[in-house]
């Protein structure tokens, strides 16, 4: 089994900066994509960032210029830095980690998901 979990979320004014982090724990001997994704309130889950374990990376438009997805995956941990946070951009961040492999070499069939992290941008 694998365990997410995210830290850094919380409440920042209009154009300012946080950093999301999110580590993967378990039997754990590769991971091929980890991203980010966000949900507000009424609204269907996006994807914000994600990035392979060759360091490729994608981005929503949205936050094209102004988010980053960094990664370390010998700590199987993945980061966003949020710059210049709209109040658009308010929103629960969840952690994915996708491709799964364990130390036996067998492929996880699904992904898996942290537990949230509230992002609150005021205006």
């Known amino acids: 089994q694998v365990q997410l979990v995210e830290s850094g979320g919380g409440l920042v004014q209009a154009g300012g900066s946080l950093r999301l982090s999110c580590a993967a724990s378990?039997?754990?001997?590769?991971?091929?994509?980890m991203g980010w994704y966000r949900q507000a309130p009424g609204k269907q889950r996006e994807l914000v960032a994600g990035i392979t374990s060759g360091g490729s990376t994608n981005y929503a438009d949205s936050v094209k210029g102004r988010f980053t997805i960094s990664r370390d995956n010998a700590k199987n941990t993945v980061n966003l830095q949020m710059n210049s946070l709209k109040p658009e951009d308010a929103a629960v961040y969840y952690c994915?980690?996708?491709?799964?492999?364990?130390?036996?070499?067998?492929?996880?069939?699904?992904?898996?998901w942290g537990q949230g992290t509230q992002v609150t941008v005021s205006s």
């Open positions: 378990g039997s754990i001997f590769s991971i091929n994509v």
């Open positions: 994915n980690a996708d491709g799964v492999r364990g130390h036996s070499g067998s492929l996880h069939r699904n992904a898996y």
